[in-house]
């Protein structure tokens, strides 16, 4: 399990990234889209919007900055369709947090498997 901070712009971190940059801009509809089957069963948009706003709710207005920070190819709960492990960035003068979301190859499409919001 190694933790890579010089990560590579793929497939998987763009998924991550228009993630992030959809629910920064309010777009929890597409946002949502991005979710596996299954996580969108289980997160219906409303949840994930809360979720999203309870994690920047002590700071103000957009970010400022949204990118990849880390990534890994391997970790302790990684499931046999998993592609990537993504950490996100979300901040600006007023809040420092991050989206740490799991990349997985659902059929045809990459698709977001979990969601963890909040620094650790």
Same mark, same amino acid.
């Given at each position: 399990?190694? #933790?890579?901070? /010089?990560?590579?712009?793929?497939?998987? /971190?763009?998924?991550?990234?228009?993630?992030?940059?959809?629910?920064?801009?309010? $777009?929890?509809?597409?946002?949502?889209? #991005? #979710? &596996?089957?299954?996580?969108? !069963?289980?997160? *219906? *948009?409303?949840?994930?919007?809360? $979720?999203?706003?309870?994690?920047?709710?002590?700071?103000?207005?957009? @970010?400022?900055?949204?990118?990849?920070?880390?990534?890994?190819? !391997?970790? @302790?709960?990684?499931?046999?369709? $998993?592609?990537?492990?993504?950490?996100?960035?979300?901040?600006? $003068?007023?809040?420092?947090?991050?989206? /740490?979301?799991?990349? /997985?190859?659902? !059929? &045809?499409?990459?698709?977001?498997? &979990?969601?963890?919001?909040?620094?650790?």
């Amino acid at each position: 399990m190694t #933790l890579n901070t /010089t990560p590579q712009a793929t497939p998987n /971190t763009a998924v991550a990234l228009e993630f992030a940059r959809a629910m920064a801009a309010g $777009d929890v509809g597409r946002a949502h889209g #991005l #979710l &596996s089957s299954g996580l969108q !069963a289980a997160l *219906p *948009p409303g949840q994930l919007s809360a $979720d999203y706003e309870a994690m920047i709710s002590y700071g103000e207005g957009a @970010p400022a900055v949204i990118e990849v920070v880390g990534t890994m190819d !391997a970790w @302790p709960d990684k499931e046999s369709a $998993d592609q990537q492990w993504v950490y996100v960035s979300i901040a600006n $003068d007023t809040y420092l947090e991050a989206v /740490t979301v799991v990349v /997985t190859r659902e !059929a &045809s499409r990459l698709a977001i498997r &979990s969601v963890e919001w909040g620094r650790p």
